[in-house]
């Protein structure tokens, strides 16, 4: 089976009807960009960068080694665009262990991702500085996780007005980006408009999305089952997410587990979904679903799927 897969590595993904899909990577590190390459990815869509942050028992990277990892990154995956996400630290990743005491009762809703950023703008422009840097070695997007109020995204763009202000001052070399947010908390999904007005592009964090939606600790196993991308809540912020984006020509991904499951690949591509980022594991496995898909076909079907009580069931049929 991987050998019949790893054929697939350099066919483009196109599903029978000629529908266009657009395969990306979710990456940790920059030297993932091997991987992503190696796996047939055409880029980058999350490059989760708290993993520079995470362990470094309070030494931050500063902007000189954010600016390097970065543009590895970037000139890693060879002209292909890399979505570099603003560190999202915090809940299921401390910044490091010996943090995990200073206890929060509800980590998952406390000062994590941008709200982390936001109350230590210093870090935040630091890392900002270094993506705009980065960007002028390649295709970059910079993502903000887990905004939700208006107030927020309107801090998170003047901070990244002030970074390249900074750059100017000093007569640094930047890129251009494009700036998208991160839709992972329901507010956020049911905010589109907002989000719209301010954002480039969205991308959808199904495995937050889906714990805020639910009320269910992603990392807490007494209630994993009941962790379900298929409840209707959750599909139908998914649904429309999507279709609003692609209804404004705006661009927009999932990058959740939900993207790499083969199981969901028919589901989200009938709902109008033409862009994945996953595990660059499971790439060759959803390429082959899309090869296999008539997305025209699809598109009722899967709105038949998001409106039965039990759309679960309805996609095993
Ligand atoms: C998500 O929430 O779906 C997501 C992609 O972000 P992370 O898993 O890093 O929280
Ligand atoms: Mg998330």
Redesign the pocket.
């Known amino acids: 089976e991987r050998g019949r897969l790893n054929r697939l590595r350099h066919t483009p993904a196109v599903t029978l009807d000629g529908q266009k899909v657009e395969l990306l990577a979710n990456i940790e590190l920059p030297d993932d960009a091997a991987a992503a390459l190696k796996a047939g990815a055409v880029g980058v869509g999350?490059f989760?960068s708290e993993f520079l942050f995470m362990g470094r028992k309070g030494q931050l990277p500063d902007e000189e080694e954010q600016y390097q990892a970065y543009r590895r990154a970037v000139e890693g995956m060879e002209g292909m665009p890399v979505t570099i996400r603003t560190v999202?630290v915090g809940a299921d990743k401390p910044l490091d262990e010996s943090r995990r005491d200073e206890a929060h009762l509800n980590p998952a809703l406390g000062l994590r991702a941008i709200r982390w950023s936001l109350a230590e703008p210093d870090m935040f422009r630091t890392q900002l500085r270094a993506i705009l840097r980065a960007a002028a070695h390649g295709r970059v997007n910079l993502l903000v996780p887990m905004l939700a109020h208006a107030g927020e995204i309107r801090q998170t763009l003047s901070l990244i007005d002030f970074a390249r202000a900074e750059l100017d001052n000093r007569g640094a070399v930047y890129g251009a980006v494009s700036i998208g947010a991160m839709i992972?908390v329901p507010a956020a999904a049911l905010s589109l408009r907002t989000f719209l007005k301010y954002f480039d592009f969205l991308s959808i964090?199904?495995?937050?999305?889906i714990q805020y939606t639910l009320a269910i600790d992603r990392a807490d196993e007494s209630v994993a089952h009941l962790y379900d991308p298929c409840h209707p809540a959750v599909l139908r912020l998914v649904t429309e997410t999507i279709a609003e984006c692609n209804a404004q020509g705006k661009g927009v991904s999932v990058?959740?587990e939900m993207a790499g499951d083969v199981a969901f690949t028919r589901l989200l591509l009938g709902l109008g979904l033409r862009s994945f980022s996953m595990h660059p594991a499971q790439i060759l496995a959803v390429k082959q679903e899309v090869l296999r898909a008539d997305a025209g076909r699809l598109q009722p079907w899967a709105q038949e799927v998001i409106q039965s009580e039990d759309p679960a069931q309805a996609l095993a049929l």
Request: net charge negative.
């Open positions: 999350l989760r999202d992972e964090g199904t495995n937050d999305l990058c959740g």
